[in-house]
Every structure is written in structure tokens, then in C-alpha cells.
């Protein structure tokens, strides 16, 4: 069995979600344009490092959705996420504050550790390379709004990069953040993860698997106004067994109620 960080991360968010989307095989339906232009953002970003055109490659990837009826994030367009996304890949490498050598090698680096007999985890690291001449592990983020930088030590909280730094073992660790907003910026954070924190993210990992194995799911969301994460949640309309919000939510994969894809990983 195999498990990888959106698993757990799932399952820690609330054991019910993790039911409906990994056992029940509901997915969300691919129709938030800044998801899909995360993805054509991070073509574009392994073609600047292959030393291609990143911004015809971009514009390729994310013509692609072009015309598509997607949910586009408060006054965005098609468009206007293009032009900023340009303008991001043009400040990235005016920056040139990140190298990453052999980049068919470092990039999208797939990463297993063996959890016992049975159980695998696996992650796909964006890329391992040199943030300011330093060795690190790196992350891209594309948001419309910065990240918060305070307090000093937020980021070594971030628990996927505890994650990635666990299963690699490398201490060093970066996040390049692509703000979207009218004039863009590029964040460069970095932190280091202590051996402490990878011993315990390991414990959560075995911890986690084994409350998956013995079948607990109970909801456990939190109902507090105003973080209550059920009214984000994708999952809604099962919770509240609202067919209409399920309809404009998910889809199901085929096939998913013979359960033999839960050996395939997904994220
Ligand atoms: S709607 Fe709430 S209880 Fe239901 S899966 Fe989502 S977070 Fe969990």
C-alpha cells in the first residue's frame, strides 16, 4: 500500500474527507482556473530551467483551458493570469536567485521511503537545487495573495515541507511563492527542518496509516465560526446529502465502488 503527504494531509484535515475522496472514490472536479494554472505555471517553470522559451510554454499549457467553463478567483481572467504569469516568469529569472543543476534529474524528483513491509510513502519533490549558492530542497507556490513571513520560524511549521525534508532527509528547505496580484512579486522563503521534527512527522505518518487501516473515519472537521473548514470543503454535499452541491462539486471515478484502485496512488 502506498501512501504519499495529500493522503495524510487529508485524513488529518478531517478522517471523513478522506473517506469520500480515497475509499469512495469521490474526486473534485477540475474546474478552479488557479489550480489548472498552478499546473501550466509549473510547465513553464521546468521548461525556463531546460533552458526553453518558459512563456510559450506557458501560454501553450494554459490555452488548453481556454474557453472552459472554470471558476475564475475574484476578478481574474483567462487573460489577465496569463500576463501576470509572464510577468512572474520574467521577474524569476531577472531574480536568478535559484539554479538547479541537471534538471531532468532535479526536478519533479520522485522520492520513496519504505514505512514497514507492507506500506510505501511517496512524494514528487519539485525540484532539489541551489536557492542563493545553498543547497536546499524547493517548493513553487503560484497564489493570488503573498504568504505571511511572521512571526520569524513560520515557515519550519509548514507541514509539507516537514514532509519532504523527512523523506529526503535534507534539512535545508525553500518555498518560491508566485504572487498574482497587480504588480507580481516572488517570495524566496527558506527555513531548516530539525531531525526532532522529521522523527515526529514519522510517528504522525505510522500513526496515520494505522488509523486509516483500522477504519477510523469519523468527521472531525471543527463547526466554529468563522474557520470552519466544512464551508470549503468540496465534500459538502455528501456531508449534508445535498445532491444539487454534489452535482457541482465532484465527480466519482468509475469503477470506484470495487475499491481495487485503492493500491494506486493519487494525489
Ligand atoms: S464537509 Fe466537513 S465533515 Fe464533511 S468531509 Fe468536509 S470537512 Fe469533513
Known amino acids: ?29 477540475d474546474t478552479r482556473a488557479a489550480m489548472l494554472f498552478g499546473r501550466a505555471f509549473e510547465s513553464a517553470l521546468a521548461a525556463f530551467f531546460r533552458r526553453e522559451d518558459s512563456a510559450a510554454v506557458l501560454f501553450r499549457e494554459w490555452s488548453g483551458c481556454r474557453g472552459q467553463d472554470l471558476q475564475y478567483p475574484k476578478g481574474d481572467t483567462w487573460d489577465r493570469m ?13 531574480d536568478g536567485r535559484v539554479r538547479i543543476r541537471q534538471p531532468q534529474r532535479n526536478l519533479q524528483v520522485k522520492v520513496t521511503r519504505s514505512i514497514s513491509p507492507n506500506h510505501e510513502f511517496v512524494a514528487y519533490i519539485d525540484a532539489i537545487g541551489y536557492l542563493d549558492g ?14 505571511p513571513e511572521e512571526p520569524e ?42 531531525d526532532g521534527q522529521r522523527q515526529e512527522f514519522g510517528q504522525l505518518v505510522e500513526d496515520t496509516i ?14 466554529r465560526f468563522p474557520q470552519n473548514p466544512c464551508s470549503t ?7 449534508l446529502g445535498r445532491r444539487d452541491l454534489v452535482d457541482a462539486a465532484l465527480v466519482r471515478r468509475p469503477g470506484a465502488e470495487d475499491l481495487g484502485w485503492l493500491d494506486e496512488l493519487t494525489y
Open 1 to 29: 500500500m502506498r501512501y504519499s503527504y495529500t493522503q495524510i494531509s487529508q485524513y488529518l484535515t478531517c478522517p471523513r474527507r478522506y473517506r469520500h475522496r480515497y475509499l469512495d472514490g469521490w474526486r473534485e472536479k
Open 210 to 223: 494505522h488509523r486509516i487501516e483500522s477504519a477510523q473515519f469519523l468527521p472531525h472537521s471543527g463547526i
Open 82 to 94: 496569463l500576463q501576470q504569469g509572464i510577468q512572474l516568469l520574467e521577474r524569476f529569472c531577472q
Open 233 to 239: 470543503c468540496p465534500y459538502i454535499g455528501l456531508c
Open 153 to 194: 520560524g513560520l515557515l519550519a511549521l509548514d507541514p509539507q515541507l516537514v514532509c519532504y525534508s523527512w523523506i529526503t532527509g535534507i534539512a535545508e528547505v525553500a518555498q518560491v511563492v508566485f504572487v498574482r496580484k497587480r504588480l507580481v512579486e516572488v517570495q524566496y522563503l527558506r527555513t531548516s527542518i530539525t
Open 134 to 147: 545553498r543547497h536546499c530542497l524547493l517548493e513553487w507556490k503560484t497564489t493570488s495573495s503573498r504568504y
